[in-house]
């Protein structure tokens, strides 16, 4: 989900502009405040699920792919905070390019991932007796979406497009596209990185949704198939919520990169560029957020690992994690275990 930088031609574009002290000390004190916050949080979140075995099951391994693409994303952003400082970008072509690989790379597994995550959880919603997704298949999966996202990302080296910067942006991006061969790869990246994507996990939650409150209504009658209903309906939120969250961080860069490409960027102020990649940082560090508050398994194995907590015995066995079993409900319950310490 990488937007097009315009150049006359794809010549090594390096224009100087500078914003002025206030915006550019707003920008990066912001960037690094949402670094600060992205890298601590998703640490946590891949450093819970590695002490917590418990704690890996098939939705929680991709929300841990979905971490890793979220530290790669931020990760650019000193490169950002650079560019915004010194007015142009003042590195070389070739890290101008590594810039690009690395936040597409992260960018693109993210949408990925959070397609399969809507993917699994409307098979095992809609389709309870069916035989579980194995762990391996997850596996494979997180494989298939490094590959494809490693490859796209990799398309303006092969020659596809070419890697420019341009006056007022934070970071580099592909020319805008005025050849076939590049216009193909803007076709390419909005349907199969963008549409297809967003389509794909709207229907699947749509019908995930669908499908709890009809069960909802049918077993309430049911005190523990109710209870379990309503745990599946809380972790099903919590999962659209950060779908939701990562579609309005990125709703700004998603309609700046499409208009650049079809309009142009002399109608677009150079501003509208660093305002949209900041927000969507903003969406690598609200996972974690979302994680604490609404899993109370992420939020008690974040408050061992943040406050050092001497746990009693009885203390030890009071912190849940999730294990799943198949139910009337139409997919897990949950049971309490306590973490491994």
Not at 120 to 138: A, L, M, N, Q, Y
Not at 271 to 280: D, M, W
């Amino acid at each position: 989900m990488i937007g097009y930088q315009s150049s006359n031609d794809t010549h090594w574009n390096t224009e100087y502009y500078y914003y002025g002290d206030p915006i550019v000390v707003t920008f990066v004190s912001l960037l690094i405040i949402v670094m600060i916050v992205a890298l601590c949080g998703n640490i946590l979140v891949l450093v819970t699920l590695a002490l917590h075995s418990g704690m890996r099951t098939r939705t929680n391994l991709l929300l841990a792919n979905l971490a890793v693409s979220d530290i790669i994303v931020v990760a650019n952003i000193p490169f950002a905070i650079n560019t915004l400082i010194n007015g142009t970008w003042p590195f070389s072509k070739f890290l101008c390019i590594l810039y690009f690989v690395s936040l597409c790379v992260g960018l693109l597994v993210s949408v990925h991932t959070l397609m399969w995550i809507s993917i699994h959880k409307f098979i095992s919603i809609t389709r309870p007796f069916s035989k579980r997704v194995p762990t391996r298949k997850i596996f494979i999966v997180m494989m298939l979406i490094w590959l494809w996202s490693i490859f796209y990302s990799l398309t303006p080296v092969i020659g596809w497009t070419d890697i420019i910067y341009r006056r007022g942006a934070s970071q580099c991006g592909p020319t805008t596209p005025t050849t076939i061969l590049q216009q193909s790869h803007g076709l390419m990246h909005v349907f199969l990185n963008q549409a297809l994507p967003l389509v794909v996990t709207f229907y699947c939650y749509y019908h995930i949704i669908k499908e709890v409150r009809d069960n909802t209504k049918r077993l309430e009658e049911f005190a523990y198939v109710q209870n379990s209903c309503v745990q599946e309906k809380k972790i099903t939120v919590t999962l659209i919520i950060v779908f939701a969250c990562f579609l309005l961080c990125w709703s700004p860069y998603i309609v700046y990169s499409n208009l650049i490409i079809y309009t142009g960027y002399e109608a677009i102020p150079d501003i509208i560029n660093p305002i949209a990649y900041l927000f969507g940082y903003m969406n690598s560090a609200c996972n974690p957020i979302i994680y604490a508050l609404r899993i109370s398994s992420f939020r008690k194995a974040f408050e061992e690992m943040i406050f050092g907590c001497v746990k009693t015995p009885e203390t030890r066995y009071a912190n849940t994690i999730v294990l799943k079993k198949k139910d009337s409900c139409g997919n897990t319950s949950f049971l309490p275990k306590h973490f491994p310490h």
